[in-house]
């Protein structure tokens, strides 16, 4: 991998936990999701003239994983309704990694390496390293667990469906194009039936928080579609996962929510557990 791919990385990872922590700052939550999604569709729409259109075997999954995509832009957002950037996020990046690698057990019977066993544990013990914050245990919400966890869920369901369309789209950025357009129009048209006035403000007040996390939830994302095209995935899958550092970061400095010895071993061991899973491939 070389060194303009391993920034670029870094970069997508940073832009991930800034659109993120724009969600969680920036009003009605749902709203702000609703606003941040149009914009990247719209964004995306710029796109569409100059890639070509995934192969129609891929639609099935690319409508599939648009409706996955939509459930996690809802999830998302009611979890930071209920804890901090610094609990929801690690514990959904966390998560879905280890419900991959079960599910692949369970269903597929595909075995785990021992190197993948460890990047396994360090992912367990990282999530559960923040339910304590000073020695002891964090009144952390019971709601932002469960909607965190069902982030997770929705990450895992759509990385896998993802990476199967992909390869039958014939056109990784059409791919992509596409399923930004797709997740974006329905997540904004779902939302302005639930948060039609809240939707309304934020676009009066917070019009370029949207467009500015709208550039960054795209940017991110058809950064990393073109690092898989060009290194290796499991390369890039780990290094992406540095993102969790960034909203750690994000979470301490910027949003205040306080810095605890146990949030920082949280982060730092989920970021390890996530590189060195993904890295054995």
Same mark, same amino acid.
């Given at each position: 991998m070389t060194l303009e791919i391993t920034l670029l990385i870094l970069l997508a990872a940073a832009l991930h936990a800034g659109w993120n922590a724009? &969600?969680? &700052?920036? !009003? %009605?939550? /749902?709203a702000v999701m609703a606003v941040v999604t149009l914009a990247g569709s719209l964004l995306s729409m710029l796109a569409l003239p100059f890639v070509d259109s995934p192969d129609p075997a891929s639609w099935p999954l690319l409508a599939l994983t648009i409706l996955i995509h939509t459930g996690y832009h809802f999830f998302l957002p009611v979890a930071y309704d209920h804890g901090d950037l610094g609990q929801v996020y690690p514990i959904a990046r966390g998560i879905s990694p280890i419900l991959v690698t079960l599910g692949a057990l369970v269903f597929a019977g595909e075995q785990v390496s021992q190197v993948a066993l460890i990047g396994i544990l360090c992912l367990a013990v990282g999530v559960m390293a923040?339910?304590? %914050?000073? !020695?002891k245990i964090s009144k952390i919400n019971p709601k932002a667990i469960i909607f965190a966890v069902a982030t997770g869920i929705c990450i895992a369901s759509y990385t896998i469906v993802d990476g199967l369309g992909v390869r039958q789209a014939g056109s990784i950025l059409g791919f992509a194009v596409w399923l930004t357009i797709g997740d974006g129009l329905l997540t904004f048209v779902i939302a302005l039936f639930w948060k039609k006035r809240e939707i309304a403000v934020v676009m009066k007040n917070n019009a370029l928080i949207g467009l500015a996390g709208g550039t960054m939830q795209v940017g991110a994302y058809w950064i990393i579609v073109y690092a898989l095209a060009v290194a290796p995935m499991g390369m890039v899958s780990g290094l992406r996962e540095t993102s969790v550092l960034f909203a750690a970061l994000i979470s301490t400095f910027l949003l205040k929510e306080g810095f605890g010895v146990w949030r920082f071993v949280s982060a730092c061991l989920i970021t390890l !557990?996530? /590189?060195v899973s993904r890295a054995r491939n």
């Amino acid at each position: 991998m070389t060194l303009e791919i391993t920034l670029l990385i870094l970069l997508a990872a940073a832009l991930h936990a800034g659109w993120n922590a724009l &969600i969680k &700052i920036s !009003g %009605d939550r /749902i709203a702000v999701m609703a606003v941040v999604t149009l914009a990247g569709s719209l964004l995306s729409m710029l796109a569409l003239p100059f890639v070509d259109s995934p192969d129609p075997a891929s639609w099935p999954l690319l409508a599939l994983t648009i409706l996955i995509h939509t459930g996690y832009h809802f999830f998302l957002p009611v979890a930071y309704d209920h804890g901090d950037l610094g609990q929801v996020y690690p514990i959904a990046r966390g998560i879905s990694p280890i419900l991959v690698t079960l599910g692949a057990l369970v269903f597929a019977g595909e075995q785990v390496s021992q190197v993948a066993l460890i990047g396994i544990l360090c992912l367990a013990v990282g999530v559960m390293a923040l339910t304590f %914050d000073g !020695g002891k245990i964090s009144k952390i919400n019971p709601k932002a667990i469960i909607f965190a966890v069902a982030t997770g869920i929705c990450i895992a369901s759509y990385t896998i469906v993802d990476g199967l369309g992909v390869r039958q789209a014939g056109s990784i950025l059409g791919f992509a194009v596409w399923l930004t357009i797709g997740d974006g129009l329905l997540t904004f048209v779902i939302a302005l039936f639930w948060k039609k006035r809240e939707i309304a403000v934020v676009m009066k007040n917070n019009a370029l928080i949207g467009l500015a996390g709208g550039t960054m939830q795209v940017g991110a994302y058809w950064i990393i579609v073109y690092a898989l095209a060009v290194a290796p995935m499991g390369m890039v899958s780990g290094l992406r996962e540095t993102s969790v550092l960034f909203a750690a970061l994000i979470s301490t400095f910027l949003l205040k929510e306080g810095f605890g010895v146990w949030r920082f071993v949280s982060a730092c061991l989920i970021t390890l !557990g996530l /590189i060195v899973s993904r890295a054995r491939n």
